[in-house]
């Protein structure tokens, strides 16, 4: 094929691929619970730009690069075979074990160190060390999520996940280190006061409930505007040239939807629901666990720990698939805009029916 040839297949623009001005993909088969209860899916037009092999290079995952080993340590290692059938359902009471007794653990530490040593921490030292456990508790997420995609699978299992793409590897696991950075920061500098005694308060699953229901009508607006107005898609159409996300490209956009996302819609949801500190470092990491579990692909129906039993009865919980979906299908003009609840998506009429983690296809 002469180079006039390939100019009229491929787009010059990597960032062009799968716009609207596509043509349709051709169609591919689905699995039998997907085929049954869905048209078949886009295929993903950002291939040559998502493609994934820096993790094949050695001199990019050891630890003389940074980032490379940063980014290697914490993807998936192994196969996750598709599987067919129902879907297992995550107990909520595991969920809540393995996030409380981490996100208490830096609280506690806290206050040993004031009720037996008398010391209370400064600033700097408070966003020290909820930085470094922000980022441990993270990343330990992220290691749970992949056991458990090995043993679950993925959802749309017989298309392989998008990786980290060789021409954003660096820029992805930076906005990853923005991200864990920030937030902490920011919960520091807007909620943090050295001489309040370490507590958690009874209330602490309606401050959860209620923070991040209104979190994510922030989030909504937002998220629904970034598609729908032509200036802002140009900040978030990177994000959804990954139709098979895995949870390390939750990072993976530019950087003004990486500031929005890390700093303005937490800052608007704190302006209308103000939280103590450590009410606010809970739910942070209740906020992160979802955010991450949305961009896994698991195979296991998550439901959110604290909403989803509230919202269920009314249709307006969230799951993993609710997500997947919107990056699988969505592109200029989507649907499941939520990342904490369905809430803002029911209200607003713009959810789309889950296909294998519809109810009768779950495994209660």
């Known amino acids: 094929m002469d180079t006039k040839s390939m100019s009229a297949v491929l787009p010059l623009d990597p960032l062009e691929i799968g716009s609207e001005s596509s043509k349709d993909p051709p169609a591919v088969k689905l699995s039998p619970v997907a085929s049954e209860r869905s048209e078949p899916f886009s295929v993903n037009h950002t291939a040559p730009f998502m493609r994934s092999t820096w993790h094949k290079d050695p001199t990019k995952t050891s630890i003389s690069n940074p980032l490379g080993w940063v980014a290697y340590r914490t993807m998936l290692k192994g196969e996750a075979r ?3 059938g129902k879907v297992a359902v995550h107990p909520l009471w595991t969920q809540h074990v393995f996030i409380l007794s981490r996100a208490i653990a830096p609280i506690a530490i806290q206050y040993i160190s004031m009720k037996y040593f008398h010391l209370s921490w400064p600033i700097w030292m408070a966003v020290i060390v909820y930085s470094i456990a922000y980022i441990a508790i993270l990343a330990m997420t992220v290691v749970r999520l992949n056991a458990l995609t090995l043993k ?5 299992g017989h298309v392989p996940r998008d990786g ?19 937030r902490p920061l920011m919960y ?20 959860v409930f209620l923070f991040t229901t ?23 159409k990177t994000h959804h040239m990954a ?7 939750a990072a993976f956009s530019d950087h003004v939807q990486e500031l929005m996302d890390s700093f303005v819609i937490h800052m608007f949801a704190y302006f209308v629901y103000p939280l103590d500190f450590f009410t606010l470092w809970i739910c942070a990491i209740y906020i ?6 949305g961009h896994s692909g698991v195979r296991l129906f998550c439901n959110h720990p604290v909403s989803g039993p509230i ?28 990342k904490q609840t369905r809430v803002w998506d029911k209200l607003f009429g713009t959810t789309r029916a889950r296909v294998e983690m519809a109810e009768e296809n779950l495994d209660r």
């Open 82 to 84: 598709p599987r067919e």
């Open 243 to 249: 139709k098979h996300p895995i949870p390390l490209l």
């Open 164 to 182: 980290i793409p060789d021409v954003r590897l660096k820029s992805t696991v930076i906005g990853l280190l923005f991200f864990v950075t920030v």
């Open 311 to 338: 919202l269920r009865p009314f249709d307006m919980d969230l799951s993993v698939e609710d997500h997947d979906l919107h990056h699988r299908h969505g592109w200029r003009k989507s649907f499941n805009y939520g």
């Open 188 to 207: 520091c500098l807007v909620a943090y006061d050295r001489f309040e005694m370490p507590y958690i308060t009874p209330w602490l699953p309606v401050h």
């Open 214 to 236: 209104i979190l994510d009508f922030w989030f909504y607006i937002y998220h629904r505007a970034m598609h729908e107005v032509d200036f802002l898609w140009r900040f978030h």
């Open 152 to 156: 679950h699978g993925f959802l749309d």
């Open 288 to 293: 992160e666990y979802v955010e991450l579990c």
